[in-house]
């Protein structure tokens, strides 16, 4: 395959006729964008030649590593065979059943929960959009149609679609499109270093935070709550990992009030945390399951939610016909993928790897950051991580929007091969699952490497 271009006539094509998502179309117009042409293993390469370590994994999916040759093969082999067909009409294709069975079999029991089931989207929007109609249709079976409000979180990120960017919690979206739609609201996340109180452990803060779960039903109004939906760890929003004591205590609220739990796992599922499934990792019993991202290592798109027990069941037994579903839902080419990505992760233990020692190192080489002295906090759970950089390390002061620090230290890394992704003042990662011990040391050098320019640019500029 031929991946030498012209970069120019590229970038003034895409000027001229490509609306990129998130972006600000004149700006990206005036500097040209960075066109990507090939990628192995950990590693991209743009037009230019350039060879960047991809601390992202694309957009935290690439959970396999690039040019896997078997995903490209089940492709090749499934669109030979049948490339597509519809499951609406009473028909079903082999690769979406047993794909379903699978992600079944992977999905462990929590509790009185299991999930046996799966609804099949194309991304994780849509997945969360199936959400909200599943949620409100058990709630309607059950002649309760009043519990329609989902709660969410500020700086949660579920998607892009009305539903999703609905139950997103991103101010800069709302703004843009009259959203949240009718009865979504939200509540504070979890975030130590933001909203910690002077002399509040994390452990207690954890336990505090979640109570703000308990404020808001009370609020709405028991009767009228149908679920509470959360990321087990927030990944768009900065990797904001939330202290031990959250999670149960989020488990005991919405159990205390019979309200349905959403994991929002498009980011946390398929090893990201060190088990197939995120709320494995913080032990709490979701009713419902998005995924996406990396269930076919993004090679294409897939999404879906895993639909516990107590929703199918009344799904199942009460529903008729439920009036809700996609063109390419349970997609024979995506499914076949999915089948392969899997069994390579099963293959080459990439779970256990970020659950195990590979995990602990990276965890550890991390944690050196906290010594930097732009960092104040710098975190890692499974293969993410978050670092907030501050003005002052002692006093915690942190730097205003307007210094856009974050796009600082973010043009640093690409200038010297490291995609580090910027949210705010916090610089975030999620490497591939396939990383060795040496591709570890290789990004912790290239990361100091880009804090220590950040520094001495910030210095020059008198903000630090
Ligand atoms: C990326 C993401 C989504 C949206 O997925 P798309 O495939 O872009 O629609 C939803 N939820 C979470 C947690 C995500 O990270």
Known sequence: ???????????????????????????????GARVITKAEGVYVWDSEGKRMLDAMSGLWCVNVGYGRKELADAAYQQMMALPYYNSFFQTTNVPAVQLAAKLASLAPKV??????HVFYSSSGSESNDSNVRMVRRYWDLLGQPERKVIISRNNAYHGSTMAGASLGGMSGMHAQGDLPIPNITHIEQPYYFENGKPGETAEEFGVRAAGWLEE?????????????????????GGVIIPPSTYWPEIQRIVDKYGILLISDEVICAFGRLGHWFGYEKFGYKPDLVTFAKGITSGYIPLGGVMVGNRVAEVLIEKGGEFNHGYTYSGHP??????????????????????????????AKRY?????????????TCGFVGGLVLVKNKQTKERFKEEDAVGMVCRAHCFNNGLIMRAVGD???IAPPLVMTHADIDALMDLIHMALDKTLVELKAKGLV
Do not use: W
């Not at 395959?1 to 700006?27: E, G, R, Y």
């Open 1 to 31: 395959m031929n991946t030498v271009v012209d970069t120019k006539l590229i970038q003034a094509l895409d000027s001229a006729h490509f609306l990129h998502p998130f972006t600000d179309f004149k700006d990206l117009n005036d500097r």
């Open 111 to 116: 509790g009185d929960r299991s999930f046996k």
């Open 216 to 236: 808001k039903i009370l609020a709405v109004g028991v009767d009228k709550v149908a679920a509470f939906i959360a990321e087990p760890v927030q990944g768009a």
């Open 333 to 362: 080419v995506a499914c076949a993928v999915a089948l392969a990505n899997i069994e390579i992760m099963e293959r080459e233990h990439l779970v256990e790897g970020v659950r195990g020692e590979l995990g602990a190192y990276f």
């Open 367 to 379: 944690a050196e950051l906290n010594a930097h002295p732009l960092v104040g906090a710098a975190e």
């Open 426 to 428: 916090r610089m975030i």
